[in-house]
């Protein structure tokens, strides 16, 4: 009855049963139905719309429909016959550290801008939809001519309408987000929530390629998602069981060619397919979430080999680990690392942490600034890795008490032989000597680079040019042999070379 009264249709019939009441029964019979219907409307619900059951709940925050909402919108547009649809998936590459930068409030307003960019950017028929945190999904509607250029220029137009600045608070936010996508026509007989389940597989595609990317669904697709499940289970493995390690990249003094510390590195043998790259491993782990695990074990490894060189009488000043975002947003950190230090007898101006510099570029006066400051005020000291990439402003190398910078790679390569490296370097050194920073140059491979690094003024250097990483048990000889070279009286005369 509540379903019946509650269609639009019978309105139609509400003058004609006024009309009829008054026709049989005269005026008292007219109030009477005046007044009835809307009481019988009311006792039967019909004001309330429709029933619970046959609406589909939405997100509080943006008010999009959720993914039920999305495999009803799928499965109708899949369902019409000679036609296509797709599933697009997008995801915001950086919502965590929006979160953690800015609060939840903003991260809410910047979803609800989101929302309303990308349901402007849709046709009447579409359909998005907000699966989890900063992921959202597009049913497309039915359509005649729907190939893979149409569905990439669709993708693209959703992923430019994500990446608009958003301002918030006088705050100007850039996001970006990854995007797959999967076409009904490549998954004859897929329903929806395979359909979906074909773009969530894309998009984990386009997560691997980096960051912005767009990719879609085929065969490959899926095989490579299985791989990556696979190596996800593998690395989370052999991180308790013991077989990712750190091993260890001296840097040594320009000046003095003496070690003067270690950098720790981590480093998987599989015992199948041998050494795992580390930009192959790492995203499998921060995927897992078991950075902060891989950081406890890298840091102890750490303290165990400082410990170890001391009793053997070899000089190590300083060992250098590194700390991931995730780790610096823990409120902990300083506490556990400085009980950390006091169990193995260290003193912590031995201990170095490397911050990536996007991550202090991206932070404002958060749990993570307290946390870098904290353990520079502790003692440690605190480098400011692969500088030069992430657009750190002069400010917060103060604010963070940075101690060193570590110039990237990128632009160490060929400096001793390219004019534009050796300008870039030239600036980024006298920089930092006039904030008083000292300076590590990482990736130094040739004695070209390492010798113009020393002339220009670099304080220390890392790279192949003066020794791989290496596990711990072959750090003590490589010492030896180094300062035996450092000690061995120059070579003077015609058999010198």
């Known amino acids: 009855m509540r379903r019946a009264l509650a269609e639009p249709s019978l309105l139609a019939f509400?003058?004609?049963?006024?009309?009829?009441?008054?026709?049989?029964?005269?005026?008292?019979?007219?109030?009477?139905?005046?007044?009835?219907?809307?009481?019988?409307?009311?006792?039967?619900?019909?004001?309330?719309?429709?029933?619970?059951?046959?609406?589909?709940?939405?997100?509080?925050?943006?008010?999009?429909?959720?993914?039920?909402?999305?495999?009803?919108?799928?499965?109708?547009?899949?369902?019409?016959?000679?036609?296509?649809?797709?599933?697009?998936?997008?995801?915001?590459?950086?919502?965590?550290?929006?979160?953690?930068?800015?609060?939840?409030?903003?991260?809410?307003?910047?979803?609800?801008?989101?929302?309303?960019?990308?349901?402007?950017?849709?046709?009447?028929?579409?359909?998005?939809?907000?699966?989890?945190?900063?992921?959202?999904?597009?049913?497309?509607?039915?359509?005649?001519?729907?190939?893979?250029?149409?569905?990439?220029?669709?993708?693209?137009?959703?992923?430019?309408?994500?990446?608009?600045?958003?301002?918030?608070?006088?705050?100007?936010?850039?996001?970006?987000?990854?995007?797959?996508?999967a076409l009904s026509q490549r998954l004859p007989g897929a329903d929806a929530e395979a359909l979906l389940e074909a773009g969530l597989a894309a998009l984990a595609e386009a997560q691997a390629a980096g960051p912005s990317a767009i990719r879609a669904h085929s065969s490959e697709t899926a095989r490579a998602r299985?791989?990556?499940?696979?190596?996800?289970?593998?690395?989370?493995?052999?991180?308790?069981?013991?077989?990712?390690?750190?091993?260890?990249q001296p840097q040594i003094s320009t000046e003095t060619g003496r070690v003067t510390g270690f950098e720790a590195l981590a480093r998987w043998t599989h015992p199948e397919r041998g050494p795992v790259p580390p930009a192959e491993f790492l995203p499998a782990l921060e995927e897992a979430g078991l950075l902060g695990r891989l950081g406890e074990i890298m840091l102890r490894q750490s303290l165990t080999a400082l410990a170890a060189w001391d009793r053997s009488g070899l000089e190590v000043p300083a060992v250098s680990v590194n700390v991931s975002a995730a780790e610096l947003r823990d409120p902990r950190l300083a506490d556990r690392l400085a009980w950390e230090l006091d169990r193995f007898g260290v003193a912590p101006e031995r201990l170095t942490l490397e911050v990536l510099e996007t991550v202090i570029a991206g932070a404002p006066e958060d749990v993570t600034a307290r946390n870098v400051n904290a353990l520079a005020a502790m003692g440690c000291g605190i480098d400011l890795d692969d500088f030069g990439t992430g657009h750190a402003?002069?400010?917060?190398?103060?604010?963070?008490?940075?101690?060193?910078?570590?110039?990237?790679?990128?632009?160490?390569?060929?400096?001793?032989?390219?004019?534009?490296?050796?300008?870039?370097?030239?600036?980024?050194?006298?920089m930092a000597d006039q904030l008083g920073l000292g300076t590590v140059a990482e990736g130094v491979e040739t004695g070209g680079e390492h010798a113009l690094l020393a002339q220009l003024g670099c304080g220390h250097v890392q790279g192949f040019a003066i020794a791989h990483p290496m596990p711990f048990e072959h750090t003590s000889e490589w010492i030896a042999r180094h300062a035996a070279r450092l000690d061995a009286p120059p070579r003077i005369g015609r058999g010198a070379g």
């Not at 930068?101 to 809410?108: I, L, N, S, V």
């Not at 499940?229 to 390690?245: P, T, W």
């Not at 008490?401 to 600036?427: E, G, W």
Request: hydrophobic letters at 50%; aromatic letters at 4%; charged letters at 25%.
């Open 226 to 248: 299985i791989r990556r499940a696979d190596l996800a289970d593998a690395v989370a493995a052999a991180l308790e069981s013991g077989r990712i390690n750190a091993w260890f």
């Open 393 to 430: 402003s002069i400010a917060s190398l103060r604010r963070f008490r940075v101690n060193r910078i570590k110039i990237d790679r990128s632009f160490v390569a060929k400096c001793d032989r390219d004019p534009d490296q050796q300008r870039l370097v030239t600036a980024i050194l006298s």
């Open 14 to 181: 509400i003058p004609a049963l006024a009309l009829g009441a008054f026709w049989l029964g005269g005026e008292g019979a007219l109030i009477a139905t005046a007044l009835g219907l809307p009481a019988v409307f009311a006792m039967s619900g019909a004001f309330e719309g429709a029933p619970a059951a046959d609406r589909q709940p939405t997100d509080p925050v943006t008010g999009l429909p959720l993914r039920d909402g999305l495999l009803e919108a799928l499965e109708v547009a899949r369902a019409a016959p000679g036609l296509a649809t797709a599933c697009i998936v997008l995801e915001l590459d950086d919502l965590a550290d929006l979160r953690a930068r800015c609060g939840t409030a903003a991260e809410e307003t910047a979803l609800r801008r989101i929302a309303e960019r990308l349901s402007a950017a849709l046709r009447t028929g579409d359909t998005v939809a907000r699966l989890t945190d900063g992921r959202f999904a597009v049913a497309l509607d039915a359509a005649r001519r729907l190939d893979l250029e149409a569905a990439i220029q669709i993708a693209g137009r959703l992923q430019n309408a994500v990446e608009e600045p958003v301002g918030i608070d006088g705050d100007t936010l850039y996001l970006t987000a990854s995007v797959g996508f």
